[in-house]
C-alpha cells in the first residue's frame, strides 16, 4: 500500500511518513516522527491515492463531511436497471445499507415509468474526504443519483465519462423547465424518500417547488426532500446511520413540516440568490488525518 500511495501522491511530507512506517521499527523516535508527518498530511491525499476497501467491519465513521469508510463494498457498474457514471473516479463505494437502498430503487423504477438510474458518486474505497468536488460523501452514506433515466443499451466507458446529466430547473432557476420534466420525475424523487432510513433528499429549490406542487393526497414524504443550492441535475441521496456504527454522527432531523411554506419560499428571495459580498479571505488549510476520527488512521493503514 506505501507504493502505492506514494506514487499517487508524489508529496515530500508523505513519502517520508509512509517510508518511516513501512521501515522495520528500529529506530522509535525516527517511526514516531513519520507518524506525525503522517497525521499532518492532507486527508484528501491520501484517501484519493487508495483504490481499495479497508478489509474490516463496514462502519461509517464521523460526520458526513468529517469522516472515512471501512468495510465499503463496490456498488457493481451494471446492473439490470442502473449503470454507474465516471468510472475513473472510483467513486462508487458506500456501506452496505446505501448500496442496498441504490439497488431497491433501482429495481423500483421501471415501476414508476424510469427505465433506470444513472449512478453518479457515492464515496472513495476508504472514504474520507475528496481531492476534488464533495465535502460530503466522506462516510459512504451519500449518493448522487442523475435526474436523466438509464438509456436502453449499455453505454461505453467513454459515454459515461462524458455523457452529461439533464437539468431539469428552467433559465431563470425560479420552477422546473416544462419541456423537460415529467411525472417521473417526481416519482422517482417520491420513491427515493420512501427507502429504509433515508434521512435526507437533496434537490433543487425549484424542483421541491415542483413537487410540492404536485404531490397529492399523503404528504408527509415531502419533508425528507430538503432544498439545497445547485442539485439542479441529480439528486442526493442520504441515509441515516446505521444502528450498529456508534462512530457515526447523525445529522439533525429535517422538520416535520412538508417544507412547502417559508422555508422554501426564502430560495427564490433577492437574499437567496445574492448572498452579502464578503472580503476575500485566504481559504482553510485541508482536513488532515489528525483531524479526523482517530479510526480513520486504522482504515488508512488497514490491508
Not at 449512478?119 to 452514506?141: F, I, K
Not at 462524458?162 to 431539469?168: G, I
Not at 417520491?190 to 425549484?206: G, Y
Not at 464578503?278 to 488532515?288: D, E, G, L, S, Y
Request: glycine share 6%; charged share 20%.
Amino acid at each position: 500500500m506505501a507504493a502505492m500511495l506514494r506514487s499517487a501522491v508524489p508529496t515530500m511530507i508523505l513519502a517520508a511518513a509512509l517510508m518511516g512506517l513501512a521501515a522495520e521499527a528500529s529506530a522509535a523516535p525516527a517511526k514516531a516522527k513519520a507518524q506525525a508527518n503522517l497525521a499532518k498530511a492532507p486527508a484528501k491525499a491520501l484517501f484519493g491515492a487508495i483504490k481499495g476497501p479497508a478489509d474490516l467491519r463496514a462502519r461509517a465513521i464521523g460526520y458526513y463531511t468529517r469522516g472515512c469508510l471501512a468495510g465499503a463494498v463496490a456498488m457493481p457498474v451494471n446492473g439490470k436497471t442502473w449503470q454507474v457514471m465516471r468510472l475513473s473516479r472510483n467513486r462508487n463505494w458506500g456501506h452496505p445499507d446505501l448500496v442496498r437502498n441504490l439497488e431497491r430503487l433501482a429495481e423500483r423504477a421501471p415501476k414508476l415509468g424510469w427505465r433506470g438510474l444513472l449512478v453518479g458518486d457515492l464515496a472513495q474505497p476508504r472514504g474520507g474526504p475528496m481531492l476534488t468536488g464533495h465535502r460530503s460523501h466522506q462516510v459512504g452514506l451519500d449518493a448522487d443519483v442523475w435526474l436523466t433515466p438509464m438509456p436502453e443499451r449499455k453505454l461505453t466507458r467513454e459515454e459515461r465519462e462524458k455523457m452529461s446529466a439533464t437539468n431539469v430547473v428552467a433559465a431563470d432557476w425560479n420552477d422546473i423547465d416544462p419541456k423537460v420534466w415529467t411525472p417521473a420525475h417526481h416519482a422517482i424523487i417520491k420513491a427515493a424518500t420512501q427507502l429504509p432510513r433515508v434521512e435526507r433528499v437533496l434537490v433543487n429549490p425549484a424542483i421541491k417547488k415542483a413537487l410540492c406542487r404536485e404531490a397529492r393526497g399523503h404528504r408527509r414524504w415531502l419533508a425528507t426532500v430538503r432544498p439545497f443550492y445547485g442539485h439542479n441535475y441529480h439528486m442526493h441521496i442520504r441515509i441515516q446511520c446505521p444502528r450498529d456504527n456508534p462512530g457515526c454522527r447523525p445529522q439533525a432531523a429535517p422538520p416535520n413540516d412538508d417544507g412547502c411554506g417559508k422555508e422554501l419560499a426564502w430560495w427564490f428571495t433577492k437574499q437567496a440568490r445574492t448572498p452579502p459580498k464578503k472580503k476575500p479571505v485566504k481559504p482553510p488549510p485541508p482536513i488532515t488525518l489528525a483531524q479526523l476520527p482517530a479510526a480513520c488512521r486504522t482504515v488508512l493503514t488497514a490491508p
